[in-house]
């Protein structure tokens, strides 16, 4: 594949447009860099310019297939390609807005061009370099990354290949949260037609902390790592073979409900809830998933929740013959879940293998159609 290396600032805009109060919006669709991971938009904040408090950094204005890139931490790869947002969006200046000349690169190719690994790698390496409180990328490293940039109907079979890859994972996300919906509808019906059957936590489950695992001992493959907010990496071996219920117990998740996946490594940032009868554990699940913890949470300065905080902590526990056809379902659901959650890693194992090859050229696509 032929292709010149051009500069970013060559083919697209950056932070082209800000909002001023002046203009007067009564609505305001925020979206913050926490929100967005990996392509996937969680819900916008929807603001009362009138009457809520905007955040400060509440100021750049994006449009249909604006890219938005987290200057702060890119190894955290915050970033998304947005389709048809609101007229009403804002986002936080911690991103960066990439509006590309689509009439030197298409949005989608610049997008893909952006989230290569070795890209991400790039930017962490410069972030790492700043003189600000977190590794934080500069606008004009940004805008002076070069690409390989191809002609425009090979960008198209490009953006085509690794479009219907993001598809395929887009629909099980999609199929995966109306599983949830419907898990979540089958445990509060049940659990209005039962009598009250609350217990103390502490009297059907042990509630410990994970281990501590160093940032420097993570490794790129291996077995899934679960921090205080979701999984941060991979290590070389496991505490757990089963998913466990697990509780974000430092920083600002703190109360935050996470499961973890089979055979994972659950770091000291997180409680986890080990049932003494393992039957309970789809049905108290859902109580959890239904039921987060943030009102537990103690410390100003760092947030936080201990083992303590828990001890008076009840959970409905009904007689388990009176739940199992409730649990058969709860765990047909979970399976479903969890064969989806698996193919897309494989999906986004291929696509990350894809993904350099194709945008360097190294893959002919010369006879695939866009």
């Known amino acids: 594949m032929k292709c010149d290396f051009v500069p970013i600032s060559d083919i697209a805009n950056i932070n082209d447009r800000q909002y001023s109060s002046k203009e007067q919006w009564s609505t305001i669709h925020y979206l913050d860099t926490g929100n967005v991971t990996k392509g996937r938009v969680g819900a916008l904040q929807v603001l009362n310019a009138l009457t809520d408090k905007v955040p400060s950094r509440a100021r750049r204005k994006v449009k249909d297939s604006s890219i938005v890139y987290s200057l ?3 190894n955290q790869q915050h970033y998304a390609l947005l389709k048809e947002p609101p007229n009403s969006m804002l986002v936080s200046t911690g991103f960066a807005v990439i509006d590309a000349d689509k009439s030197k690169v298409l949005p989608r190719y610049l997008y ?17 370099q700043s003189v600000s409180t977190y590794p934080t990328l500069g606008v004009k490293d940004l805008a002076s990354f070069k690409i390989c940039l191809p002609d425009i109907d090979t960008q198209k079979q490009v953006s085509s290949i690794l479009g219907t890859l993001d598809k395929k994972m887009n629909l099980n996300y999609q199929i995966n949260d109306y599983l949830a919906q419907v898990a979540s509808a089958i445990y509060r019906k049940t659990l209005e037609e039962l009598p009250t059957c609350d217990t103390l936590l502490s009297d059907v489950a042990t509630v410990r902390y994970g281990k501590g695992l160093s940032k420097k001992d993570l490794t790129e493959e291996g077995y899934p790592v679960f921090g205080g907010n979701g999984q941060i ?7 757990f073979e089963d998913p466990q219920i697990l509780i974000s117990c430092r920083g600002a998740a703190s109360g935050n409900i996470m499961i ?3 055979k994972s490594y659950v770091t000291s940032n997180s409680l986890i809830i080990e049932l003494e009868d393992r039957r309970y554990y789809e ?3 859902q109580h959890f998933l239904a039921n987060q913890l943030h009102g537990f949470v103690t410390g100003s300065a760092q947030p936080q929740i201990t083992v303590d905080n828990l001890k008076f902590l009840t ?5 388990y013959s009176d739940i199992v056809g409730t649990d058969t379902q709860l765990k047909h659901l979970s399976d479903c879940s969890y064969f989806l959650n698996k193919e897309n890693t494989m999906l986004e194992t291929l696509r990350d293998i894809l993904l350099p090859r194709l945008i360097s050229g190294k893959i002919d696509i010369s006879k695939v159609e866009a």
Request: net charge positive; hydrophobic share 35%.
């Open 72 to 74: 702060v931490r890119p």
């Open 112 to 128: 893909y061009a952006l989230t290569t690994k070795e890209a991400t790698s790039y930017f962490q390496t410069l972030a790492e």
């Open 233 to 239: 990496g991979f290590y070389t071996s496991y505490l």
């Open 260 to 262: 973890s996946l089979p």
């Open 283 to 285: 049905w108290l699940k």
């Open 315 to 319: 959970v409905p526990f009904p007689k």
